[in-house]
């Protein structure tokens, strides 16, 4: 427990986080590894968790018939992915795939969700948290749905 | 530096003029990019990374078009997009073909003065052609330099250019390579995401590192910005702009970008030079 | 010499009569189409004498005077511009295999020439652009070859027109710069013209002419001449830091409202004199065994001047006319260490509807002014 503890402070989304919260979060965490090519998770799948990233990258895809599965986002060490656990419809909204042999730590959000509604200020830290990391996401979506390197038709 | 070496090229005092060079090699980047060897008269050339040719196809016009080979081979080699008559003709000119080479102007990528300084290259989509005479440079004196990286985003992995070179150059102990694309299919094993999401991913030191990032105007604010947020200096931020131009020395008034001539005060700037500017709209 | 000496009608055509007998063709004011344009003059009949020029915002008429006043008359739409930066030039041409085996570069421009009556806000504008394609890093040698091969006969102003603000500016009404011969044309007592030489060429030219010495006399009619011109100035640029005001403001809403107005004709910039912008065209004869480079006035106020594949970078109305104007008075300071405005108010009277850049800078500052006052930090 002491060492996921410490794995779980490493990672950029706990950093400098206080003992007590780390120890709180910790105990929804665990270490999962993938196979290069498996599906971590899959679209429509109840959302009850999220991934921090620790080896490995990871596939955000969605399918579309006679095109495929078209990857709109890579995520490597250090990065994470889900949040659909936090708000309903707690659904998964895209298929995640190791593109590699992958480690991570999975956090139960349903766990962390319950934490943090009998400690506001540990939920009050976290929501930050996952607030900035949408923030950025949005940031990046809007370059990407500019399609800036193209020449413009 | 370049300034004065230019009458040199052209053989002639009258910078209007352009040399007659010939095309030697013609290798295809992607399906609207193509990369031009080309010989002039004069023999070896000599420019600084990050500054530009003019270049002519005979009967149909002129186009600004950086330099994008290595500096130290003494040929000069310019890789091409096709989007306007001028630059369709130039990607179908073939070896042997003559084409027009008026230059090189413009102020390039101060490398020299990163020496002993971690190095981050960001290039976004055709901004990599600029940049690779740079990363050649650095290349070249590997070991005056600290950590380099980089850091390379594109539409999708076939709009990806020089994709041999990126690999062989990932191949490398001494060079953190990470390319990464808007849109891919499932055979694409790299990055998909924006090129500043990699930013994070890079150890470089802040107050040691130099960045030169070259792409879309809109991604260069991005790129700036997100260095800046890992706490780079301004004045450490390098960027190319791009605008119209028709002279290449100040005198024809189309790349005004408030104050300065692109072509004569740039095409690299420092941002700390241009911030105010970037943020104002059609200027 | 600097006292200068006194010409009569009769002995500044012999003025004229010299300067092509040295093989220059000789350029000064004539009256054609109803205005007053450049072109070429054989005698001092071919001025417009007696005529006078009516100019408001958007407005410029021919009038008569009620004297034969040789200069009476301030600027039309020409510039000298038009005989120093062509409005078309060709650079190159290539010949041979596939047209393209050999560029051969225009010959300069041999012709010597002689502008007659080059007015003080003119003079200013040349120097302008001396700074911009005559000197420096880079020298156009079209300009340099035509320059060098001007003799320059300038002339007080002895009457300003609605357009007029070179008082504001510090170029006029008196010709002060790089002129060979100056003259100031004197209309109280007997017709005459004080003449100065400011160049070797210019004495040497003087000295051979008919003439007296000028008396204190003719040296104060010709004083009071240029005094009264600075007097009767059409407008004035506001006085303060215009390069700074600009500077600050390229999200004035001004520009929204000066667009509004502005057709985007580019009249402004072409018949300012120290617009320099320029783009090239190519042309390939028709058999193909040739193409040629050409060279043409260009315009910051057309949509194709900013493009960059995709579009053009300023593609309102509102952000060329920020860019021409806030070039003109505030960067042209950065580039070339001088105003790009000399004040001869062409740019005034040749728009179609009349924006007057000295109230678009008024109106600018006053605002500024207004904000101020408001927040009590005036």
Known sequence: METLERILGEQPFFAGLNPEFLRLATGCANNVRFAAGEFICKEDDPADRFYLVRHGHVALQLFAPGRGAMTFQTVGPGEMFGMSWIAPPYKWTYDARALELTRALAVDGLCLRDKCDHDHDLGYELMQRFLS???????ATRLQLLDVYGAKV | MAMSETA????????????????????????????????????????APGQFNMLTAFGVGESAISISGDPASGRLTHTVRAVGPVSRALCNLRPGDAIGVRGPFGVGWPIGTAATRDLLFVAGGLGLAPLRPAIYAALAERSRYGKIAILYGARSPDSIIFR???????????????????????????????????????????????AFACGPEIMMRFVAQALVAREMRESDIHLSMERNMKCGYGQCGHCQFGPFFVCRDGPVFAYEAIRPLLALREI | MNDGVILSCADLNALIESLRAEGRRTIGPVARDGVIVYDDLESIDDLPAGMSDEAAPGHYRLARRDDDALFGYAVGPHSWKRFLHAPVQRLWRSEGERAAARVLAEPLSQEKTAFIAVRGCELAAIAVQDRVLGEGETVDRHYRARRDNAFLVAVDCGTANGGCFCVSMGTGPEASGAYDIALTEILEGEHRFLARAGSEAGQALLRNLPQRAATAEDIRAAREVVARTAQHMGRAMPVGNVRELLARNPDHPRWDDVAARCLSCANCTMVCPTCFCTSVDEASALDGSGTARVRRWDSCFTMDFSYVHGGGVRSSVSARYRQWMTHKLSSWFDQFGTSGCVGCGRCIVWCPVGIDITEEVRAIQASERETEARHGNA
């Open chain 2, 164 to 210: 041999r070179e990126l690999e062989g150059w990932r191949g490398r102990f001494d060079l953190h390579v990470e390319a990464t694309v808007d849109h891919a299919l499932d055979d694409w094993r790299g990055h998909v995401g924006v090129v500043t999401n990699l930013i994070s991913q890079v150890e470089f030191d802040a107050e040691q590192a130099t």
């Open chain 2, 8 to 47: 040199s090229m052209g053989g002639v005092e009258d910078r209007t003029i352009p040399c007659v060079g010939r095309v030697s090699a013609r290798r295809i980047e992607s399906s609207d990019v193509v990369t031009l060897d080309v010989e002039t008269p004069e023999g070896p050339v000599r420019y």
């Open chain 1, 133 to 139: 990391r949408t923030i950025e996401s949005l940031h």
